[in-house]
């Protein structure tokens, strides 16, 4: 058994990922397609990428549910808390340009790139049928567990507990909403 809780341990971002996924499958709202964490694990990568500060990768996710909270307590609509992640993305990839961090080799200069497309993957499911736009929102969350593997392979950009964390959740929940939606 004490084998067992320290393979849980060392797992603990995967363990997390995965039931913070299992949460938000069994709580879904199934007419909404905010694509919330899609956008959410996207402008997190591009603002702590922007500011080249791994280290700050937890801080940074957690200062972004907070705007995501406000942004949905002001709001009836996914609107405000797209709109307030929109331009977070833009200040960071400005920011990243600035400094040269997007000139970096590696995942680096992938960052403004992946985030606009998750951004418009989300921003385009809101243009279609709540049934239609889980398809992108889930292809995106896919895509994103992909870029999470990568970034935890390679050590680089994000913490590796944070990368780790982000792929259980985003493959997971992907997944799921594929299914959910077939």
Known sequence: MPRLVRAIAR???AVLGLAFAAFNLATDDPHSITGALLVLATTAYVVIAALVRPRWSWPVLG?????VVTARLV???PVVELAAMSAIVVGAIAVGAVRGTFSLPGPYRWQPF???GSMALGLGALRLSP???RVPIAAGLIGHGVWDLVHWRRHEVVSRSLS???GALDLTLGLGVLLLTL
């Open 11 to 13: 797992r603990w971002p």
């Open 75 to 77: 709001s009836s609509g």
């Open 131 to 133: 049934e239609a736009g």
């Open 114 to 116: 992946a985030a606009v």
């Open 63 to 67: 200062i972004l549910v907070v705007v």
């Open 164 to 166: 780790e964390w982000c």
